[in-house]
């Protein structure tokens, strides 16, 4: 007894000190992480001559609210902020409808060459996307949607890795589900609709949070196929502040935060499913 009474105190400092050890790596990877973001904040309050100054200032020593209000004098922001939601908003929709059903049949569905086929949709994820950017485009001159915002959405519509990530999901749930709802005379579309896609809530958050990410910043594809100010994204228009000599570095930054803001705060809202949603698709193969 003696013994093990001097055990346990030992043994609970070493948990206080791992536990120490744990705290203090986490407190730093959130300093490094949140430390662009924080600097972006205090760089579109700052004057043009403050983010200029060597070595570089840290906080701005009059807060220049009207930088935020000059990022709407220099670019139609309300336009381009719109193309962003109306982009963002048409691809999350069509890969949560076309990614669901797509990894439910590989998923689920027995057919001959399921294993070739899934292959070969994971091996579009190896090809780089530049390569794409030339089909795309002759695709969508020749429909005439250059300069729209349907040639925004449509190339985005679906995507291998959401087809891969809810196929995940849907192997971590139980068939007895739709064991059960077969007996009850349920079809495949029954059992889909009113079963598995209210089970897979949280991997539907987690692409829907991952396609938001990428949609919202897409860069590339909008600077190819629109030159038109009023059909541009935001990611397009606040990359037009970036000069071949000069950049207007502060209007650049209150931009970059009012259009980070959107997209964080549905992170901050979401976390919780998309976390658990992530863990999940993981859980079989």
């Known amino acids: 007894m003696s013994e093990l009474a001097t055990r346990l105190p030992r043994s609970r400092k070493r948990l206080r000190r791992s536990h120490i050890g744990v705290h203090v790596v986490l407190i730093l990877g959130s300093v490094v992480m949140v430390g662009p973001f924080f600097w972006e904040v205090m760089t579109s309050l700052k004057t043009l001559g403050e983010t200029l100054t060597v070595p570089p200032t840290i906080l701005p020593k009059s ?5 935020y209000g ?17 982009q963002t908003a048409g691809r999350v929709i069509g890969q ?18 399921r294993g070739l086929l899934f292959g070969l949709f994971l091996s579009v994820l190896m090809v780089p996307s ?19 915002i ?18 995940q999901f849907f192997l971590s749930l139980p068939r007895d589900l739709e064991e059960a709802a077969k007996l009850d005379g349920a079809n495949h579309w029954q059992i889909f609709t009113r079963i ?18 990428w949609s919202w910043n897409d860069l590339m594809w909008p600077l190819v196929v629109n030159n038109d100010p009023t059909k541009m ?15 207007d570095t502060t209007t650049l930054m209150a931009g970059s935060v009012l259009a980070t803001l959107p997209v964080l705060l549905l992170f901050v809202v979401l976390q919780k499913q998309f976390i658990q949603g992530i863990a999940f698709s993981g859980s079989k193969g």
């Open 130 to 148: 530049q390569l794409f950017l030339l089909p795309q485009y002759e695709i969508i001159s020749g429909l005439g949607w250059l300069n729209s």
């Open 233 to 247: 994204p935001l990611s397009v228009g606040l990359a037009s502040l970036i000069g071949q000599f000069s950049v």
């Open 63 to 67: 807060p220049q609210w009207s930088n």
């Open 196 to 213: 598995m896609l209210p089970l897979a809530k949280p991997g539907l958050i987690a692409l829907a949070v991952l396609d938001v990410l």
């Open 96 to 113: 949560l409808v076309l990614c669901s059903m797509a990894g439910y049949a590989f998923a689920r569905f027995e057919f001959r060459g």
């Open 150 to 167: 349907q040639a925004l959405i449509v190339p985005g519509l679906f995507s291998a890795f959401g087809t891969f990530l809810l196929r």
């Open 70 to 86: 000059d990022v709407f004098d220099t670019l139609p922001f309300g336009q381009m902020f719109w193309n962003s939601t109306l």
